[in-house]
């Protein structure tokens, strides 16, 4: 059984910090390329970051801002988030890159708000 549980997501204000992370069972994450993606509503889902073996990624909207890291020991892959603004407000996946499949969490809610 392959399973990706998200947590972290939260209300924040503009400018705020938020650590998302991404518990990993039945895979070892440092195998794999993992993937943070983001989905607001009426737009198609992005990557926002990505991490793999020499090598990190991220979309131009969050350089910078946001930073993607794994912690081995506990499989589990995190997300920290800072100086957030209202357009990061999505539900934020997991994802673990396997073929032919990938393997997806359910998604946790980030709200940026005043």
């Known amino acids: 059984q392959v399973q990706l549980v998200e947590s972290g997501g939260g209300l924040v204000q503009p400018g705020g910090s938020l650590r998302l992370s991404c518990a990993v069972s039945?895979?070892?994450?440092?195998?794999?390329?993992m993937g943070w993606y983001r989905q607001a509503p009426g737009k198609l889902r992005e990557l926002v970051a990505a991490i793999a073996s020499g090598f990190t990624n991220y979309a131009d909207s969050v350089k910078g801002r946001f930073t993607i890291s794994r912690d081995n020991a506990r499989n589990t892959v995190y997300l920290q988030m800072n100086s957030l603004k209202i357009e990061d407000t999505a539900i934020y996946y997991c994802k673990l890159g396997v073929e032919p499949s990938d393997y997806w969490g359910q998604g946790t809610q980030v709200t940026v708000s005043s």
């Open positions: 039945g895979r070892i994450v440092s195998m794999y390329r």
